[in-house]
């Protein structure tokens, strides 16, 4: 077993994790960078030190406090890093320190980011999905998981049936139902995953949001006003579909089987 390569990958992941909890907090916010100023207490402003900034174990040394004026510190920030931490771990043992591993890590870190800010902020920022599209594509050229054909159509058909869905539900309603950012987003995961993926992404995303959309109305009891965003579940589902693609056509092709 390659015990170093499963730890770096888990460390390393827990590490890119630290800066993506910056991502998720300043990004949203056009006045702030996500490069400067250093990490520090978003109530006292007090620098952190660099032992502070240790992913987790600062966390836990702290008891989730700060350690000048003792407010305390979101549990977001270990559960991003662990969260980081374990994505690249899971990787890794599929893939290898291989190419398709550094490209896949950066689509897992956006995806991410997207759904701790989609959560908090109902955005999904273009300087994530834009680019991502772009580097989805471009990757394509140099994995075999996925041809430039395959990401191609995956750009056109995920965003183009988003925006089919989104505007029927406002001919309908003459409601937004759905943003821009969640059909850039689908661009975004056909891109990295191609067109093949998008039937189960879709599916699963809408099983899962329909579940926890009732479950919020019935909580909220909004009735039909009630919003959640859905890039969290897009997000996820893609999530799934990377890590267990091979698991989910053998179940549909039984399906198709038992129905035959």
Excluded at 158 to 172: D, E, H, P, Q, V
Excluded at 182 to 194: P, R, T, Y
Excluded at 225 to 242: D, V
Aim: aromatic share 16%; net charge positive; with cysteine.
């Amino acid at each position: 077993m390659d015990t170093m390569g499963y730890i770096f990958s888990f460390l390393f992941g827990t590490v890119v994790g630290s800066f993506l909890n910056v991502v998720i907090l300043r990004l949203p916010d056009d006045e702030q960078s996500i490069v400067f100023p250093g990490s520090h207490c978003p109530k006292c402003g007090s620098e952190l030190h660099w032992y502070e900034n240790i992913p987790i174990f600062s966390y836990l040394a702290l008891r989730g406090r700060c350690r000048s004026c003792r407010t305390k510190i979101s549990a977001q920030y270990p559960v991003v890093e662990l969260c980081m931490g374990l994505l690249s771990l899971a990787l890794y043992n599929k893939s290898g320190l291989t190419l398709p591993f550094m490209f896949y890590f950066v689509f897992l870190a956006a995806l991410l980011v997207i759904i701790f800010i989609d959560i908090q902020h109902q955005i999904i920022p273009d300087v994530i999905s834009l680019p991502g599209i772009i580097i989805g594509f471009a990757a394509s050229f140099f994995v075999p998981q996925v041809s430039w054909q395959q990401s191609g159509l995956g750009i056109l058909i995920g965003g183009g049936i988003l925006y089919a869905i989104a505007f029927g539900y406002y001919l309908f309603t003459k409601r937004d139902g759905m943003g821009g950012g969640d059909i850039k987003l689908l661009a975004m995961i056909g891109a990295f995953l191609g067109w093949q993926s998008l039937l189960y992404v879709i599916f699963a995303s809408s099983l899962t949001g329909s579940i926890v959309g009732i479950a919020a109305m019935v909580k909220q009891g909004k009735g039909g006003r009630t919003r959640i965003p859905f890039g969290p579940f897009l997000a996820l589902s893609a999530m799934s579909y990377l890590f267990f693609q091979e698991t989910i056509f053998k179940i549909w092709n039984l399906y198709i089987t038992a129905m035959s």
